[in-house]
């Protein structure tokens, strides 16, 4: 089913090409697929390779260095368009870019040079991996550990919920390098197929079942220095690493939440346009179209939000307080806004004969990754004490 398409303030005809584009290529190619992937669990790894060819994996990675050029307030309303029909492949393309981050910003001379273009090409798919069973909220107390061995490091340990797990060609790994409580952690470019390195348990989730979500396992995996593999950055960055690339990645979260509400409400509206009861379509009573005209409000709110902080991004400025804000408002507009969905369908809505159901499930973990709720409000509440005590608001 098609809907019209969302009113967007673009910049330039490149970019409203770009975004008509992805809309067509996402309606052909990934609305039609989504339900039977997503119930039978399967990555659809050859459609982000041909997403990959047409050089949407890597949209806001400057153009020297092989990406799209893009500025982020133009990738995330692509990552809408792809939310709004598959919400699963925009997790994937927000992670990729949120794998490809430290190599992009903090890799040496040689990754920049002989390993980006490789991993520009499209044909490349990223995982990042931070979290630990014990260790999510805080990453500071991740146990995985990195140890000096000749050329090069020895990695041990398990990483958790890892979004790729076995489908990726390389992964992102903090790991311990000392007990420094500040500058402990490292970070390391780890290929796939390196030796010691095992695909663990795949989560049976309540949504985005086509994601493959596992454990990542390291035993005594070792990984050459070369420049090209191993550490990214100086040892004991690895944190200041991961958070930096986590503020880019809370806005992909934010932008893939407003897409799949947008989808929510289009699906709901149409709804309640063709249901009749008590002699009348149910748009007609105030009770339905309310609740719909909040959802509109709603995920404008939250599409505005992601803009303006994405914009901050574009210009240079510090963005970390309104990244957290924009994934705060956007994901629990989501749940709000497919919940909603569902109750707009009555009976209808609570079966898999409708995707709201599916929406309602996919929508819970965008609260809870890449910095639970309750870590985002810690977030923006350190920004408020340190702009009042003077210490800057970021
Ligand atoms: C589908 C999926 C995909 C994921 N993909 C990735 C990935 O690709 N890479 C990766 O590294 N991780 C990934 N994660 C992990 C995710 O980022 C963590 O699940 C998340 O950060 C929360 O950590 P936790 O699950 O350990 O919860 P916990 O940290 O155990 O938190 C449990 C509860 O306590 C609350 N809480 C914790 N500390 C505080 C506090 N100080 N104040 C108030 N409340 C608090 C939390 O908000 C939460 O409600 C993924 C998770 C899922 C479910």
Not at 172 to 188: E, K, Y
Not at 196 to 210: A, I, P, Y
Not at 317 to 337: C, F, G, H, N, W
Request: hydrophobic share 40%; aromatic share 6%.
């Amino acid at each position: 089913m098609s809907f019209p398409p969302v009113r967007r303030s673009l910049p330039t005809p490149e970019a409203e090409g770009l975004i008509t584009m992805v809309a067509e290529f996402a309606d052909d190619q990934l609305a039609p697929r989504a339900a039977t992937a997503e119930a039978t669990e399967e990555f659809p790894r050859k459609i982000l390779a041909h997403m990959g060819q047409l050089g949407l994996l890597t949209l806001p990675f400057p153009e020297s260095l092989g990406g799209g050029g893009q500025g982020y307030q133009i990738y995330l309303q692509v990552l809408e368009e792809i939310s709004m029909r598959w919400a699963s492949i925009a997790l994937s393309v927000s992670v990729n870019c949120l794998a490809h981050q430290p190599v992009v910003a903090f890799g040496s001379d040689a990754m920049k040079s002989e390993l980006l273009p490789t991993l520009m090409s499209g044909t490349a798919l990223g995982a990042y991996c931070l979290s630990e069973v014990h260790a999510g909220s805080d990453p500071s107390a991740i146990r995985t550990s990195a140890k000096r061995d000749g050329n090069g490091w020895v990695i041990n340990g398990t990483k958790a919920w890892v979004t790729h797990g076995g489908a990726a060609d390389f992964y992102i790994v903090f790991a311990r390098t000392s007990d420094d409580p500040s500058h402990g952690i490292s970070c390391f470019y780890v290929p796939a197929g390196t030796p010691g390195l095992t695909v663990g348990k795949r989560e049976s989730k309540m949504g985005l079942t086509s994601s493959p979500t596992t454990l990542i396992h390291f035993d005594n995996a070792h990984i050459d220095d070369t420049g090209l593999t191993g550490l990214i950055g100086e040892p004991g960055d690895g944190l200041r690493i991961a958070l930096s690339a986590l503020d880019a990645g809370r806005l992909g979260i934010a932008a893939t939440a407003t897409g799949l509400a947008q989808a929510a409400l289009n699906y709901s509206l149409r709804y309640a346009m063709d249901r009749e009861a008590f002699g009348s379509q149910i748009i007609d009573y105030q009770g339905v179209s309310f609740m719909l005209a909040d959802m509109d409000a709603q995920i404008q709110s939250a599409r505005e939000m992601y803009l303006a902080a994405a914009r901050l991004k574009d210009s240079g400025q510090p963005y970390s307080r309104e990244a957290s804000i924009s994934k705060l408002i956007a994901t629990d507009t989501v749940m709000r806004v497919t919940t909603d969905a569902v109750q707009v369908l009555g009976g209808a809505g609570y079966t898999r004969d409708h995707p709201v159901e599916r929406y309602m499930r996919e929508a819970k973990v965008m609260q809870i990754f890449e910095g639970t709720n309750q870590i985002q409000r810690m977030v923006i509440a350190r920004h408020l004490v340190n702009g009042n005590l003077g210490k800057g608001s970021r």
